[in-house]
């Protein structure tokens, strides 16, 4: 009761001072019959009483009367001037220091001495901080604790040796509730931060810490670079003991700090960790409260690193709240390369979902393939994950290596060899059209010579037949002519395909040219020379790339020819492109 009395600063009736005791978890009947005894104390431990009955107040004042000759204490009207002649013993302590008279159980002994010592006068811990920063009149505990920023950078100042020193004189069982006045504190302390810390702090305190520090921070219209300060030292601090009940507070703390142009990353990471661990054990009520979309607002600024608090807080929340999680808040500043590093650890769930690949890397990998001007970046593009790779458009692939090819020669023999398998498709669906032409005009022209000789008489229907006839076939040219343009797209974009695969999974070139050679020897495309060779000049089969080599002579394949293959006829597509060996 004492404690209590001290604790608080300020009048309690009878019925308060039991009812806070039992809010602290004491037994009410016990309280109940202990309370005529300790009342007997109140005199002798620095206690004054004011009022009648109910109404009846108890508060610390920390003045004790001094006892008389025969070992009691002098009346209310005995003489004060020896009370204050000599200044009483101040120490700092939360246990009342109990007199001889009190028994275990906080009664009294009958057979107690009539010449106990002198009760020393106790500091309390409020009137303690109040001495350390030079407050007058000293002020209740209640005063710091609601403004916990303010009173951790007042402390601050005093330096870590002052603060320790305060730390050490109080007795053990007070200084780990006393701790949670020094959270905020904006420089390290041993005794919070050091490996001779106390014991883990009570998540309680470290809750009523926070509320009060948001209260704060809503009161302050004009927050100083000291507060933020504060707030980044108690978050750090408050992230390994913080209760994910207050998750609320730490939002509203992480938002505050946030806002200033000189943030603490290392703070809003650890309280960003922290949150992805209480976002799972909240319960769904307590999630549906939580605001966000200032959450999303105070990690923006974090890096998107395997390991971070950023990464740790966006698999949460997509658990937590998928509808939410594709938000373009939580991706603000986030580059295609850190999102790839994160996606192969525990990031890869969320950016795996379907949300995320359409609204977050889909505008990522267009943005990153549309500036590609190198073969090597050209290369890290076609070497993305599947789920990124899905991204890329095939005309934006190649219009890519078109690009790149203005600079790269050796991306130019690639985008040439597609080209040509491409012309040769091409060509081979015209003839195969034109014959297909030639067939049905030459039956068409068959039937009608016949009905002219049998039916002469009716010549002016045969000619609107043949002329409905005619209409049909120019329509079916038309249809046959887009089935050949798209079977010639077709066979282009499997070779593509081919050569897109083989290049992401690094295939040689040997191998890949292997491949390209399959795939048109299956058009009955033949090869004319192989690059790298020597072989004989051949006016019919070769192009000299400068001067007019004999016929026979040496010369060495530069790019290959092709001829095709035809009912028996074979036709040159290409000569090989030679120069003299």
Known sequence: MLRLLRETGVPMTAKRVKEELVAFGLDEKKIASAWAAARKLFATSGVKEDGKGAARTYAWTGRVAEPTQTGGTAP?????RACEAEPAKTTVTTEPSLSK??????????NAPAD???????????????????DEPARGIDHYAKKPLQTGTRLGRLGES????????????ERHQALGLFLALPIRVEVLDGPGREAPLDPATVHAVLVAAVAEIRRDTDPSPASRLAVGWLMRRASAAARPSASAALIALMAYAAEGPERDSEALDLAAQALSRHLPLLPSEARQAIDFGALAAAVAHLPLQPRGGRVALLAAVA?????????EAWW??????????????????????????ERVLRPLVMKEISAVNSRTRLAWIL?????????LPADAVAAAFRRVAKEDRLVTEWAEAITDDAGVDALRNELKQALDDAAAASQHAEVSEDRARELAERCDR????LRREHNQAVVMRASQERQVRIDVVRTLADLAAEVEELAANQTAPELLVERVRSLVAAQALEPIGVAGTETSFDPSLHKPVFGSPDLGAKVSVLRPGYRWRSSGEDIRMHKALVTTA
Do not use: M, W, Y
């Open 76 to 80: 209310a009207g005995a003489d004060r």
């Open 101 to 110: 008279r009190e028994t275990p159980e906080g009664g009294t002994s009958a």
């Open 116 to 134: 106990e010592p002198e009760v020393e006068r106790v500091e309390t811990f409020a009137q303690a901080v109040a001495r350390a920063l030079g």
């Open 162 to 173: 002052a603060v320790s020193g305060l730390v050490a004189s109080l007795p053990n069982e």
């Open 319 to 327: 658990k937590a709240r998928p509808e939410g999680i594709a938000d």
């Open 332 to 357: 603000s500043g986030v580059k295609l390369s850190a999102l790839v590093a994160c996606a192969a650890g525990g990031l890869g769930s969320v950016t795996s979902l379907p949300v995320i690949s």
């Open 383 to 391: 070497g993305l994950p599947r789920e990124f790779a899905a991204q």
């Open 462 to 465: 045969l000619e609107e037949i």
